[in-house]
């Protein structure tokens, strides 16, 4: 909106409420009212002087307990209604007023603005008074109520910021919350930051004032029909200008009040009267990131400029935390990080999957990164489908908050993929080619592979992400379109979807995708065609495929230390630094429960491991470790295996009290995966001490574990197990089965219920 435009509504504003309290005054004068005792106060949006050119005037007649005020009160407001205003009014002595501000939230609300029109100055400056006296001495018992009131509200009208008919006023994102905010600021509890909050109220005031103009009438909701007359009055281009410009001004709104409602939170946690001195108490959470007061902010020390993965540590500690990342904090990361070096580090893209697979965490996180400019540094692909508005009406948000959505979505879906980070990012990029003329899918999947190969993924996870953007809709436009019983339906699918690895990532995406539309877009009935059609392809597919051997690591040249070969016990250790952590080898004589006596040596230790494989080699068992910290103390660590080996040191309560999970686990058997071993595939949250745990109840179920593969992909740690009967041999099917229901029943007791 022009500079011109906003000055010409703010006078306006200004005209409007000074020709109103002109008129207020002339009526009191003209009925008789006294000098003491009395006095005529405008509350509400009138007196915060926020008059459109249809609201009406909030105005009360207050006096001292004892002082007559009937006359008054019956002559007072013939005069305005006969000037043409609309007035809502009230009559109340001192201790009324109060009380009531007292029994209703809405009331008290309208009265922290009261603004003295006439009469005695002094009644309405002692009303004032007391009327914060009380807000600041009730406000830890008021606020939960108000918080209550207004995400009622917010349930009931929506954002602001992407509901289709938006309400200027009751919408989340909207003046109600503006004047909410001020409220909260009145408690001495919080602050805000005032001067975006002005800029943005007064600036959606602009937009109120305008679209009464317009409609002719006192309204708050702008219909669809509205925008091209509201955007040429605010002087912008068009509908779509338009439409940006106030959801725009809904976006930061609704940041300021989240942001500050999450600090009222941590205030309210407090204890009422500390029990120790006052002062900040940081806890770290990761390198250069603490944990203060609710808030994840930076160490004293911490040099965004010299660590570039320190934003994302920050983001994904937030959100996994679902903890406020400190404004101020996330504005001094986009101004001071150093650019990601080109491909992303692995523990960069890491970070970032961890971020977007936070779950609800990840929705305060990112709009926190977004208005202070982080998100578009990190993706400079985001401003394509920044507060873009979905053309489908079966939308019910804008493309961006779609997206962010889906990927909350998708979160909840990692234990179903093999492939957690690339169906994270993919739910990212889905809709990244939306806003052009060319299908978004097409336009999507060039844009898609960039931002992939740029991230640092290898070549055929970028085509794996390019082609789950390309097809995204394959499956819910097949199901819903042709004859699931006609081969052809198959064959259409399963000529783009070529894996079941692929396939699987497919399914978890369309669902993500359409549970972030809507309810409609994930009813019952399309779910169950899509996943008839899935379970037909998978069918297909695995027909098609050639039987293949167990992935087991290729042998290396073993260099055996002597006491491996003296002692059948010993465990060697060694450590190789990398370029971003560390590499553990042990090498031993193959026997039952040997790897789970090294898992459990570093769990211990409290050596945290993304990725790890292990094999069995002639007579040796070989174990490879990654690990993103430096230092590891080999000698250290070959002195916890032997204590473990040599029963001096039981690590299973340690163990068991590290092992705490969030989801339930998914523990499943693939029997397609080889002919040689059974396969035991086992998801589960990240956390120290998980290989550790299933490699001891495995040892005590008298199952050798042959080949291992561990992996973390993002929140997630997938460990995968071709295991065999100690006396060789796949696992029967009934052996096989009771595994894993003991796996499976092992790891969900570490769930947090």
Same mark, same amino acid.
């Given at each position: 909106?022009?500079?011109?435009?906003?000055?010409?509504?703010?006078?306006?504003?200004?005209?409007?409420?000074?020709?109103?309290?002109?008129?207020?005054?002339?009526?009191?004068?003209?009925?008789?009212?006294?000098?003491?005792?009395?006095?005529?106060?405008?509350?509400?949006?009138?007196?915060?002087?926020?008059?459109?050119?249809?609201?009406?005037?909030?105005?009360?007649?207050?006096?001292?307990?004892?002082?007559?005020?009937?006359?008054?009160?019956?002559?007072?407001?013939?005069?305005?209604?006969?000037?043409?205003?609309?007035?809502?009014?009230?009559?109340?002595?001192?201790?009324?007023? @109060?009380?009531?501000?007292?029994?209703?939230?809405?009331?008290?609300?309208?009265?922290?603005?009261?603004?003295?029109?006439?009469?005695?100055?002094?009644?309405?400056?002692?009303?004032?008074?007391?009327?914060?006296?009380?807000?600041?001495?009730?406000?830890?018992?008021?606020?939960?109520?108000?918080?209550?009131?207004?995400?009622?509200?917010?349930?009931?009208?929506?954002?602001?910021?992407?509901?289709?008919?938006?309400?200027?006023?009751?919408?989340?994102?909207?003046?109600?919350?503006?004047?909410? #905010?001020?409220?909260?600021?009145?408690?001495?509890?919080?602050?805000?930051?005032?001067?975006?909050?002005?800029?943005?109220?007064?600036?959606?005031?602009?937009?109120?004032?305008? #679209?009464?103009?317009?409609?002719?009438?006192?309204?708050?909701?702008?219909?669809?029909?509205?925008?091209?007359? #509201?955007?040429?009055?605010?002087?912008?281009?068009?509908?779509?200008?338009?439409?940006?410009?106030?959801?725009?001004?809904?976006?930061?709104?609704?940041?300021?009040?989240?942001?500050?409602?999450?600090?009222?939170?941590?205030?309210?946690?407090?204890?009422?009267?500390?029990?120790?001195?006052?002062?900040?108490?940081?806890?770290?959470?990761?390198?250069?990131?603490?944990?203060?007061?609710?808030?994840?902010?930076?160490?004293?020390?911490?040099?965004?400029?010299?660590?570039?993965?320190?934003?994302?540590?920050?983001?994904?500690?937030?959100? &996994?935390?679902?903890?406020?990342?400190?404004?101020?904090?996330?504005?001094?990361?986009?101004?001071?990080?150093?650019?990601?070096?080109?491909?992303?580090?692995?523990?960069?893209?890491?970070?970032?999957?961890?971020?977007?697979?936070?779950?609800?965490?990840?929705?305060?996180?990112?709009?926190?990164?977004?208005?202070?400019?982080?998100?578009?540094?990190?993706?400079?692909?985001?401003?394509? $489908?920044?507060?873009?508005?979905?053309?489908?009406?079966?939308?019910?948000?804008?493309?961006?908050?779609?997206?962010?959505?889906?990927? %909350?979505?998708?979160?909840?879906?990692?234990?179903?993929?093999?492939?957690?980070?690339?169906?994270?990012?993919?739910?990212?990029?889905?809709?990244?080619?939306?806003?052009?003329?060319?299908?978004?899918?097409?336009?999507?999947?060039?844009?898609?592979? &960039?931002?992939?190969?740029?991230?640092?993924?290898?070549?055929?996870?970028?085509?794996?992400?390019?082609?789950?953007?390309?097809?995204?809709?394959?499956?819910? &436009?097949?199901?819903?379109?042709?004859?699931?019983?006609?081969?052809?339906?198959?064959? @259409?699918?399963?000529?783009? $979807?070529?894996?079941?690895?692929?396939?699987?990532?497919?399914?978890?995406?369309?669902?993500?995708?359409?549970?972030?539309?809507?309810?409609?877009?994930?009813?019952?009935?399309?779910?169950?065609?899509?996943?008839?059609?899935?379970?037909?392809?998978?069918?297909?597919?695995?027909?098609?495929?050639?039987?293949?051997?167990?992935?087991?690591?290729?042998?290396?040249?073993?260099? $055996?230390?002597?006491?491996?070969?003296?002692?059948?016990?010993?465990?060697?250790?060694?450590?190789?630094?990398?370029?971003?952590?560390?590499?553990?080898?042990?090498?031993?004589?193959?026997?039952?429960?040997?790897?789970?006596?090294?898992?459990?040596?570093?769990?211990?230790?409290?050596?945290?491991?993304?990725?790890?494989?292990?094999?069995?080699?002639?007579?040796?068992?070989?174990?490879?470790?990654?690990?993103?910290?430096?230092?590891?103390?080999?000698?250290?660590?070959?002195?916890?295996?032997?204590?473990?080996?040599?029963?001096? @040191?039981?690590?299973?309560?340690?163990?068991?009290?590290?092992?705490?999970?969030?989801?339930?686990?998914?523990?499943?058997?693939?029997?397609?995966?080889?002919?040689?071993?059974?396969?035991?595939?086992?998801?589960?949250?990240?956390?120290?001490?998980?290989?550790?745990?299933?490699?001891?109840?495995?040892?005590?179920?008298?199952?050798?574990?042959?080949?291992?593969? %561990?992996?973390?992909?993002?929140?997630?740690?997938?460990?995968?197990?071709?295991?065999?009967?100690?006396?060789?041999?796949?696992?029967?099917?009934?052996?096989?089965?009771?595994?894993?229901?003991?796996?499976?029943?092992?790891?969900?007791?570490?769930?947090?219920?």
């Amino acid at each position: 909106m022009s500079g011109r435009e906003q000055h010409v509504s703010a006078t306006e504003r200004s005209e409007r409420t000074t020709a109103a309290d002109a008129a207020c005054t002339a009526a009191y004068d003209a009925g008789g009212g006294p000098d003491t005792g009395v006095a005529l106060l405008a509350v509400g949006g009138y007196g915060r002087r926020e008059l459109a050119p249809y609201s009406d005037l909030d105005v009360l007649l207050v006096h001292d307990r004892g002082v007559d005020v009937e006359e008054l009160a019956g002559v007072l407001w013939y005069p305005l209604w006969d000037g043409g205003f609309k007035i809502d009014h009230a009559v109340r002595d001192v201790d009324e007023t @109060l009380t009531a501000a007292a029994d209703d939230l809405k009331v008290a609300l309208g009265l922290l603005d009261a603004r003295h029109l006439a009469g005695d100055p002094n009644v309405t400056l002692r009303l004032r008074a007391q009327l914060f006296a009380a807000w600041r001495r009730d406000a830890r018992n008021r606020l939960p109520g108000l918080r209550t009131m207004t995400r009622a509200r917010h349930d009931l009208v929506g954002e602001l910021a992407h509901v289709s008919v938006p309400d200027l006023k009751e919408a989340e994102g909207g003046l109600r919350d503006a004047t909410v #905010l001020k409220a909260l600021v009145a408690t001495w509890l919080v602050d805000i930051p005032h001067t975006d909050l002005d800029l943005s109220r007064r600036a959606l005031l602009d937009v109120r004032d305008h #679209l009464h103009a317009a409609a002719g009438r006192a309204t708050d909701r702008v219909a669809p029909e509205m925008w091209d007359e #509201l955007a040429a009055r605010l002087g912008l281009a068009d509908a779509v200008a338009a439409q940006g410009h106030v959801r725009g001004l809904g976006r930061r709104i609704d940041h300021i009040s989240r942001t500050t409602w999450r600090r009222v939170d941590a205030v309210l946690a407090q204890e009422r009267v500390p029990t120790r001195p006052r002062r900040p108490q940081l806890e770290r959470v990761a390198p250069g990131v603490a944990l203060a007061a609710g808030e994840i902010v930076l160490e004293k020390g911490a040099r965004p400029a010299a660590d570039p993965l320190l934003v994302l540590r920050a983001a994904a500690e937030a959100a &996994e935390r679902d903890v406020l990342l400190a404004p101020a904090t996330a504005a001094r990361l986009g101004a001071e990080s150093a650019p990601l070096p080109v491909p992303w580090p692995a523990e960069a893209r890491q970070l970032f999957v961890r971020l977007l697979a936070s779950g609800r965490g990840l929705l305060d996180v990112w709009s926190t990164l977004e208005e202070t400019g982080v998100a578009e540094r990190l993706l400079p692909e985001w401003s394509r $489908v920044h507060g873009l508005p979905h053309a489908s009406v079966i939308h019910r948000f804008t493309v961006d908050r779609h997206v962010i959505e889906t990927c %909350i979505e998708a979160a909840a879906l990692i234990r179903t993929v093999a492939r957690p980070d690339v169906l994270m990012v993919a739910a990212l990029l889905h809709d990244i080619g939306k806003g052009g003329l060319v299908d978004h899918s097409v336009a999507g999947e060039p844009i898609a592979r &960039e931002v992939a190969a740029r991230m640092g993924f290898a070549p055929d996870e970028v085509d794996l992400v390019g082609d789950l953007v390309r097809w995204h809709l394959l499956l819910s &436009e097949t199901a819903t379109t042709r004859d699931p019983d006609d081969p052809a339906t198959v064959e @259409l699918v399963a000529r783009h $979807v070529t894996t079941p690895e692929a396939l699987s990532l497919l399914v978890a995406l369309t669902e993500a995708d359409s549970r972030a539309a809507s309810a409609k877009a994930w009813s019952t009935w399309r779910a169950g065609l899509v996943r008839q059609l899935a379970r037909r392809t998978l069918a297909s597919l695995l027909a098609r495929a050639t039987g293949a051997a167990a992935p087991v690591a290729g042998e290396v040249e073993l260099e $055996v230390p002597a006491e491996v070969r003296r002692d059948p016990r010993a465990v060697a250790v060694t450590v190789q630094e990398t370029v971003d952590g560390s590499r553990i080898t042990t090498l031993a004589t193959d026997r039952n429960g040997v790897l789970a006596d090294v898992a459990a040596a570093l769990a211990v230790q409290r050596v945290a491991v993304r990725a790890a494989r292990a094999w069995s080699q002639g007579p040796y068992a070989v174990s490879v470790w990654e690990s993103g910290e430096r230092d590891v103390d080999a000698a250290v660590l070959r002195e916890r295996v032997a204590a473990i080996v040599d029963g001096r @040191l039981d690590p299973g309560d340690r163990i068991a009290r590290m092992v705490r999970s969030t989801r339930e686990p998914s523990v499943v058997v693939r029997p397609e995966a080889s002919r040689r071993a059974t396969v035991l595939e086992v998801r589960t949250d990240d956390r120290p001490g998980v290989v550790a745990l299933v490699c001891r109840a495995l040892a005590g179920l008298d199952i050798s574990v042959r080949s291992a593969h %561990i992996s973390t992909l993002g929140p997630q740690a997938v460990d995968v197990f071709y295991v065999q009967e100690a006396s060789a041999g796949a696992l029967s099917e009934q052996r096989a089965a009771a595994a894993a229901h003991a796996l499976r029943a092992l790891l969900s007791a570490t769930v947090d219920r």
